[in-house]
């Protein structure tokens, strides 16, 4: 037994059972791997990381409804602080660390230039609701993002006001619904079509607007089935179709090379086709998605326009629109309005039938900033290299590994390579092991079980933003993984995978059955003094 | 390009490996008629970093930034004082440049920072659990208003005239596109209006603000008791959350859901965006909360550690029967929250808020007293409401021309209604000093 201390819990114990007795350390550190507790056990009265001036003295003015009591939250000094989110940063992988190959999530690089336009005082630091005599600049911020955004999808229009994506497919598909009611069909046409393979945001987005969502299955070479989808679209049915939503490139990597006869049917059984644009990166430059048919098609400036993912937001999603919908577009609507620009509000400044208004103020500003920037600095040269080598480099990594692992489909992909488990058959290994075991080879893992119309699925995203040797050396660990799994004998080493990132593999199961969502005063032990027990 | 690694050699070689003659071949799947064969015209070309620079500097320079002027703007956005080690820690790579915690062992980092945003947010709101954040507070407060009508299995939302407008438009949208009625009541300015005796059998749930957009401090406990008496769930909208360091929590109201915007700590301005939704609710109701959440767990050696949890509502999974199709949320504003209330602790966000109170309470003294200018509310935190003798819109105007951003304009969020012409919202917050109150005092004195 090694005795160890943990300051969590404030109390010498004993190290884990599970750890060999020669790996454990006293603080339960492993090198730079520091163990951290929670704020809330590290706090104590009496410290505090800001100096805030004494209040005036006044007669308050609360209606009598003063809190009484304590909040409960802990004080730290400013080292303590700086030193906690340091130690916790410590345990995360990162774009900046190196291959994040997080299929359909475009781990691309994230330049600093546009965290530091971003911050400008005169951009960073304005308030919505300042009189728009003071914000042109801004204003002209988002109208310039939006003539790319225009420019680059061969869109008449853009809607800039969603958070997310998710919540540009919002957008859309109400775009959708309003273009249908203003032609009296909405309460006819209720069913939404969606591939099999789609994002589950697009069934939620279509089922909490009151669709019916119709699955449509893939073909064996991962594209739209044609003729399922026409039959869903002939006479005995197509009145009741409201749109489809359809992801192309798909999220099988793939580019649905029926696209023009999909929007053609769908257009000729008076529906609407969403485009969702998760997947807009591997083509920018290259097609517009406005030649293909599309009527909407929301544009996550975190993937397609590098804006940080943060950990899992902030996000944006414009939607762009064709000439059917964007009357219907929701305001507010940044307007050029002779020398200048104007916020455009509610009707009586509007000449459409807008949606209303998807979210308070003018939309992710601080996204748009970085966005812009992005996209100034490739310029339409740039942007369309960097399509291209993101493609190139997804058919380089299928290529590299086709032999020991499997491509679902044959064939160039696009922006991602897709692998199905066959490789991995008998081999007592499973997506997951295989997964894990890339943790401890310095690799973010891909996207595992999605799309969910592969079995086993592993979708590589390698982006544009990586050398070759780096490719190299990624695509060399994921062979000799590949070939370690056939091997045989060594399924229980991939099951006790990771063993060298900060923390084992994590019981989910426990955590939803016995949701602990909060830190709770409760789970601190009685004992008080940690030094005290150290000595003994 | 600075940003792209490829040489022309890297290109040649891999294309060589993959057996394709060009990048054009790999788009062969697109359709001939849709192929770009050159670059897009009429868009210019790469530019450096200091050209790209140079250009945002420019669009700065036609915008007035209120770190140069008097200030008092509210109305849903505060501006604060940010310490310089939140912007520190979430540039930070490891947490800018990662994304969603989908494999907790190398994520434990935004796990835990997640735990404790949940757990603070649960702490202000006196509520017994929360998510790990949303898009901001008015997509929040839908998304509570189609929580209660799950919970309920009803389809009518009441909403006070105290609500911000913008918020009351973005529940208004959703209720018409997703079917169920957003019932508003008339702009409430001096917050008198009885909603107690609006709610029926058949109210899914009634939306107020406190403060009220208008300022007015509230108890809504009586309110609460009547919802649940007609089983129907109180939702409390909180806009500032700098308030919740000085009022009795709605939490302790009775509240069922509680949504904050969680701007003011840690998030600048923006111009609007994007900012940080607080979302917290009952333990009962846990599994019709939207958005993810995070919990705790042990890892195969014992070692507590954190995962994404219950996912089992949400659209990866459930797609069309998940409780909403939100994915991305606001996972780096939660952090600098978090960061900036850890900063601050117990007895810094407590005098933060009577600092906010203190200087509120003097400036609304101060203007009340210059003719032609009444004050409307007998409680307020860090924002008030004022009727002027003038349209407030051209006064705001005729200050900004002086340099003084002087708050807004009700009619600029109400725009239909002429009783709120004439009234002015003015915020203060710890940032507003001497050098400011006394300059806005004596405009308005020039301009009434």
Same mark, same amino acid.
């Given at each position: 037994?090694?005795?160890?201390?943990?300051?969590?819990?404030?109390?010498?114990?004993?190290?884990?059972?599970?750890?060999?007795? #020669?790996?454990?350390?006293?603080?339960?550190?492993?090198?730079?791997?520091?163990?951290?507790?929670?704020?809330?056990?590290?706090?104590?009265?009496?410290?505090?990381?800001?100096?805030?001036?004494?209040?005036?003295?006044?007669?308050?003015?609360?209606?009598?409804?003063?809190?009484?009591?304590?909040?409960?939250?802990?004080?730290?000094?400013?080292?303590?602080?700086?030193?906690?989110?340091?130690?916790?940063?410590?345990?995360?992988?990162?774009?900046?660390?190196?291959?994040?190959?997080?299929?359909?999530?475009?781990?691309? *690089?994230?330049?600093?230039?546009? +965290?530091?336009?971003?911050?400008?005082?005169?951009?960073?630091?304005? *308030?919505?609701?300042?009189?728009?005599?003071?914000?042109?600049?801004?204003?002209?911020?988002?109208?310039?993002?939006?003539?790319?955004?225009? =420019?680059?999808?061969?869109?008449?229009?853009?809607?800039?006001?969603?958070?997310?994506?998710?919540?540009?497919?919002?957008?859309?598909?109400?775009?959708?619904?309003?273009?249908?009611?203003?032609?009296?069909?909405?309460?006819?046409?209720?069913?939404?079509?969606?591939?099999?393979?789609?994002?589950? =945001?697009?069934?939620?987005?279509?089922?909490?607007?009151?669709?019916?969502?119709?699955?449509?299955?893939?073909? +064996?070479?991962?594209?739209?089935?044609?003729?399922?989808?026409?039959?869903?679209?002939?006479?005995?049915?197509?009145?009741?179709?409201? &749109?489809?939503?359809?992801?192309?490139?798909?999220?099988?990597?793939?580019?649905?090379?029926?696209?023009?006869?999909?929007?053609?049917?769908?257009?000729?059984?008076?529906?609407?086709?969403?485009?969702?644009?998760?997947?807009?990166?591997?083509?920018?430059?290259?097609?517009?998605?406005?030649?293909?048919?599309?009527?909407?098609?929301?544009?996550?400036?975190?993937?397609?326009?590098?804006?940080?993912?943060?950990?899992?937001?902030?996000? &944006?999603?414009?939607?762009?629109?064709?000439?059917?919908?964007?009357?219907?577009?929701?305001?507010?609507?940044?307007?050029?309005?002779?020398?200048?620009?104007?916020?455009?509000?509610?009707?009586?400044?509007?000449?459409?039938?807008?949606?209303?208004?998807?979210?308070?103020?003018?939309?992710?500003?601080?996204?748009?900033?970085?966005?812009?920037?992005?996209?100034?600095?490739?310029?339409?040269?740039?942007?369309?290299?960097? #399509?291209?080598?993101?493609?190139?480099?997804?058919?380089?990594?299928?290529?590299?590994?086709?032999?020991?692992?499997?491509?679902?489909?044959?064939?160039?992909?696009?922006?991602?390579?897709?692998?199905?488990?066959?490789?991995?058959?008998?081999?007592?290994?499973? =997506?997951?092991?295989?997964?894990?075991?890339?943790?401890?080879?310095?690799?973010?893992?891909?996207?595992?079980?999605?799309?969910?119309?592969? *079995?086993?699925?592993?979708?590589?995203?390698?982006?544009?933003?990586?050398?070759?040797?780096?490719?190299?050396?990624?695509?060399?660990?994921?062979? #000799?993984?590949?070939?370690?799994?056939?091997?045989?004998?060594?399924?229980?080493?991939?099951?006790?995978?990771?063993?060298?990132?900060?923390?084992?593999?994590?019981?989910? =199961?426990?955590?939803?059955?016995?949701?602990?969502?909060?830190?709770?005063?409760?789970?601190?032990?009685?004992?008080?003094?940690?030094?005290?027990?150290?000595?003994? | 390009?600075?940003?792209?690694?490829?040489?022309?050699?890297?290109? $040649?070689?891999?294309?060589?490996?993959?057996?394709?003659?060009?990048?054009?071949?790999?788009?062969?799947?697109?359709?001939?008629?849709? $192929?770009?064969?050159?670059?897009?015209?009429?868009?210019? %070309?790469?530019?450096?970093?200091?050209?790209?620079?140079?250009?945002?500097?420019?669009?700065?320079? !036609? @915008?007035?930034?209120?770190?140069?002027?008097?200030?008092?703007?509210?109305?849903?956005?505060?501006?604060?004082?940010?310490?310089?080690?939140?912007?520190?820690?979430?540039?930070?790579?490891?947490?800018?440049?990662?994304?969603?915690?989908?494999?907790?062992?190398?994520?434990?980092?935004?796990?835990?920072?997640?735990?404790?945003?949940?757990?603070?947010?649960?702490?202000?709101?006196?509520?017994?659990?929360?998510?790990?954040?949303?898009?901001?507070?008015?997509?929040?407060?839908?998304?509570?208003?189609?929580?209660?009508?799950?919970?309920?299995? $009803?389809? !009518?939302?009441?909403?006070?005239?105290?609500?911000?407008?913008?918020?009351?438009?973005?529940?208004?949208?959703?209720?018409?596109?997703?079917?169920?009625?957003?019932?508003?009541?008339?702009?409430?300015?001096?917050?008198?209006?009885?909603?107690?005796?609006?709610?029926?059998?058949?109210?899914?749930?009634?939306?107020?603000?406190?403060?009220?957009?208008?300022?007015?401090?509230?108890?809504?406990?009586?309110?609460?008791?009547?919802?649940?008496?007609?089983?129907?769930?109180?939702?409390?909208?909180?806009?500032?959350?700098?308030?919740?360091?000085?009022?009795?929590?709605?939490?302790?109201?009775?509240?069922?859901?509680?949504?904050?915007?969680?701007?003011?700590?840690?998030?600048? /301005?923006?111009?609007?965006?994007?900012?940080?939704?607080?979302?917290?609710?009952?333990? !009962?109701?846990?599994?019709?909360?939207?958005?993810?959440?995070?919990?705790?767990?042990?890892?195969?050696?014992?070692?507590?550690?954190?995962?994404?949890?219950?996912?089992?509502?949400?659209?990866?999974?459930?797609?069309?029967?998940?409780?909403?199709?939100?994915?991305?949320?606001?996972?780096?504003?939660?952090?600098?929250?978090?960061?900036?209330?850890?900063?601050?602790?117990?007895?810094?966000?407590?005098?933060?808020?009577?600092? @906010?109170?203190?200087?509120?309470?003097?400036?609304?003294?101060?203007?009340?007293?210059?003719?032609?200018?009444?004050?409307? @509310?007998?409680?307020?935190?860090?924002?008030?409401?004022?009727?002027?003798?003038?349209?407030?819109?051209?006064?705001?105007?005729?200050?900004?021309?002086?340099?003084?951003?002087?708050?807004?304009?009700?009619?600029?969020?109400?725009? %239909?209604?002429?009783?709120? %012409? @004439?009234?002015? /919202?003015?915020?203060?917050?710890?940032?507003?000093?001497?050098?400011?109150?006394?300059?806005?005092?004596?405009? /308005?004195?020039?301009?009434?």
């Amino acid at each position: 037994m090694v005795q160890s201390f943990d300051r969590s819990q404030g109390r010498v114990g004993v190290a884990a059972a599970a750890a060999p007795a #020669s790996e454990a350390t006293f603080t339960g550190n492993r090198g730079l791997q520091i163990e951290e507790p929670l704020i809330f056990e590290l706090g104590q009265s009496g410290r505090c990381g800001v100096d805030l001036p004494e209040p005036p003295k006044v007669k308050d003015r609360l209606n009598g409804l003063r809190r009484t009591g304590e909040i409960g939250l802990p004080g730290l000094s400013e080292p303590q602080v700086v030193q906690h989110y340091t130690r916790l940063s410590q345990k995360n992988y990162a774009i900046d660390m190196g291959v994040y190959s997080l299929g359909s999530c475009t781990m691309k *690089h994230n330049p600093r230039l546009n +965290e530091k336009v971003a911050r400008l005082p005169g951009i960073g630091d304005l *308030h919505p609701l300042q009189p728009v005599s003071t914000v042109q600049g801004a204003l002209e911020v988002i109208d310039s993002l939006a003539h790319w955004l225009k =420019t680059l999808t061969g869109m008449p229009a853009v809607a800039m006001s969603p958070a997310a994506g998710a919540h540009g497919e919002m957008c859309g598909m109400m775009a959708v619904a309003a273009a249908l009611e203003a032609k009296g069909e909405r309460g006819q046409r209720k069913v939404v079509l969606a591939p099999e393979s789609a994002h589950g =945001t697009n069934p939620a987005t279509a089922a909490a607007l009151g669709f019916t969502v119709k699955p449509i299955p893939a073909n +064996e070479r991962g594209r739209v089935d044609l003729l399922a989808l026409k039959a869903a679209l002939g006479p005995a049915n197509g009145s009741e179709v409201a &749109a489809i939503m359809l992801t192309n490139p798909n999220t099988c990597g793939l580019f649905e090379n029926d696209i023009i006869e999909i929007a053609q049917a769908v257009h000729a059984a008076g529906a609407y086709f969403y485009c969702d644009g998760a997947n807009f990166n591997a083509i920018v430059g290259r097609v517009r998605p406005g030649d293909l048919g599309v009527d909407c098609m929301h544009i996550n400036l975190h993937k397609t326009f590098s804006t940080p993912h943060g950990g899992g937001g902030p996000g &944006a999603g414009p939607v762009v629109l064709s000439a059917a919908l964007a009357s219907h577009a929701p305001y507010p609507w940044i307007v050029r309005d002779g020398e200048g620009w104007r916020i455009a509000e509610e009707g009586r400044e509007i000449a459409g039938t807008p949606i209303g208004r998807l979210k308070a103020f003018h939309g992710q500003m601080g996204m748009f900033t970085r966005a812009l920037a992005y996209i100034m600095s490739h310029g339409a040269d740039g942007l369309r290299q960097a #399509s291209a080598d993101a493609v190139l480099s997804a058919n380089y990594v299928m290529a590299s590994l086709k032999d020991v692992m499997s491509p679902a489909f044959d064939g160039p992909c696009m922006h991602e390579a897709l692998f199905d488990d066959s490789f991995l058959k008998d081999t007592g290994v499973s =997506t997951l092991d295989f997964a894990k075991a890339m943790i401890d080879e310095g690799y973010h893992p891909m996207t595992m079980y999605f799309p969910l119309v592969v *079995h086993g699925a592993l979708l590589i995203e390698p982006t544009e933003s990586q050398a070759k040797e780096d490719l190299d050396l990624f695509i060399a660990a994921l062979r #000799s993984l590949a070939e370690r799994a056939k091997g045989g004998q060594s399924a229980d080493a991939f099951k006790a995978a990771p063993r060298f990132a900060p923390r084992r593999r994590l019981d989910e =199961t426990l955590a939803a059955r016995k949701p602990v969502l909060r830190w709770r005063p409760s789970n601190r032990p009685p004992e008080d003094d940690p030094l005290k027990q150290a000595a003994e | 390009m600075r940003y792209l690694p490829l040489t022309e050699t890297d290109r $040649r070689d891999m294309l060589h490996a993959i057996g394709a003659r060009s990048v054009d071949e790999l788009f062969k799947d697109v359709p001939a008629c849709a $192929r770009l064969s050159s670059k897009i015209a009429g868009l210019p %070309d790469h530019q450096g970093e200091l050209e790209v620079e140079r250009a945002f500097q420019a669009y700065a320079a !036609k @915008n007035l930034s209120p770190a140069s002027v008097p200030f008092f703007v509210g109305a849903g956005a505060y501006r604060h004082h940010v310490p310089s080690t939140v912007d520190y820690v979430i540039q930070r790579g490891e947490f800018l440049t990662s994304y969603t915690p989908y494999q907790p062992e190398i994520t434990q980092g935004t796990l835990q920072y997640l735990f404790e945003f949940q757990t603070q947010v649960t702490l202000l709101a006196g509520m017994e659990v929360a998510n790990a954040s949303m898009y901001d507070g008015s997509t929040a407060a839908s998304e509570a208003v189609l929580m209660a009508n799950r919970i309920t299995r $009803r389809h !009518k939302a009441l909403l006070s005239g105290g609500l911000h407008p913008q918020y009351r438009r973005v529940i208004e949208t959703t209720a018409r596109w997703e079917g169920f009625s957003a019932a508003s009541g008339k702009a409430d300015p001096l917050g008198l209006e009885d909603l107690i005796a609006r709610v029926d059998k058949d109210t899914s749930c009634v939306v107020v603000q406190n403060p009220s957009f208008f300022g007015h401090v509230r108890d809504f406990s009586r309110l609460a008791d009547a919802c649940h008496a007609a089983g129907a769930l109180l939702i409390v909208v909180v806009t500032e959350v700098v308030s919740l360091g000085l009022l009795k929590p709605p939490g302790e109201m009775g509240a069922d859901i509680v949504v904050c915007e969680g701007q003011s700590i840690g998030n600048g /301005l923006g111009f609007g965006g994007p900012y940080v939704g607080l979302f917290a609710t009952r333990e !009962k109701y846990l599994r019709q909360m939207p958005g993810r959440l995070v919990g705790e767990t042990v890892d195969a050696e014992g070692k507590r550690g954190f995962v994404l949890t219950l996912s089992t509502r949400e659209q990866h999974i459930r797609r069309e029967k998940a409780t909403s199709n939100i994915c991305t949320n606001a996972g780096l504003c939660a952090l600098a929250f978090t960061v900036h209330l850890t900063l601050l602790g117990e007895a810094g966000f407590r005098r933060l808020a009577e600092l @906010n109170h203190a200087k509120a309470c003097e400036l609304a003294e101060r203007v009340a007293a210059v003719p032609g200018v009444s004050l409307l @509310n007998d409680s307020f935190f860090n924002e008030f409401t004022v009727r002027l003798a003038k349209p407030a819109a051209a006064v705001v105007e005729a200050l900004a021309s002086k340099r003084i951003l002087a708050g807004v304009p009700v009619s600029r969020l109400i725009p %239909d209604d002429p009783e709120v %012409d @004439n009234l002015l /919202l003015l915020a203060v917050t710890e940032t507003a000093t001497e050098h400011g109150m006394a300059p806005l005092v004596a405009a /308005l004195k020039e301009v009434l």
